[in-house]
Nanobody, 127 residues
Framework: QLQLVESGGGLVQPGGSLRLSCAASGFSLDYYYIGWFRQAPGKEREGVSCISSSGRSLNYADSVKGRFTISRDNAKNTVYLQMNSLKPEDTAVYYC????????????????????WGQGTQVTVSS
């Protein structure tokens, strides 16, 4: 079965850290841009970060710049999102998605150009 599986979410206090993982099953991530997205209750899904297939191009939403770091390990077929200095407003379900070839410019936009995505992992930032 071709799918992405997110893990690493949980409950953390403000100022804390979490590392999310996005593992591919049934296919190789090598040639895909991968985006991380999040959706808070009552809000639209928003793009958080994107990494190119080579790992050399990284993009972040303004709200997470300087706090989140995206990376990938193609040997492990996994993409990571290191989240530091977490804030209550970071609380959301986090999703990863593989961008269809030719649509890399849309990497941080949730839409029909995404080839695969996962079920999400809950991140709750609260004291």
């Amino acid at each position: 079965q071709l799918q992405l599986v997110e893990s690493g979410g949980g409950l953390v206090q403000p100022g804390g850290s979490l590392r999310l993982s996005c593992a591919a099953s049934g296919f190789s991530l090598d040639y895909y841009y991968i985006g991380w997205f999040r959706q808070a209750p009552g809000k639209e899904r928003e793009g958080v970060s994107c990494i190119s297939s080579s790992g050399r191009s990284l993009n972040y939403a303004d709200s997470v710049k300087g706090r989140f770091t995206i990376s990938r390990d193609n040997a492990k077929n996994t993409v990571y999102l290191q989240m530091n200095s977490l804030k209550p407003e970071d609380t959301a379900v986090y999703y990863c998605a593989a961008v269809a070839p030719g649509s890399s410019v849309l990497c941080m936009i949730w839409g029909g150009h995404l080839r695969y995505w996962g079920q999400g992992t809950q991140v709750t930032v609260s004291s």
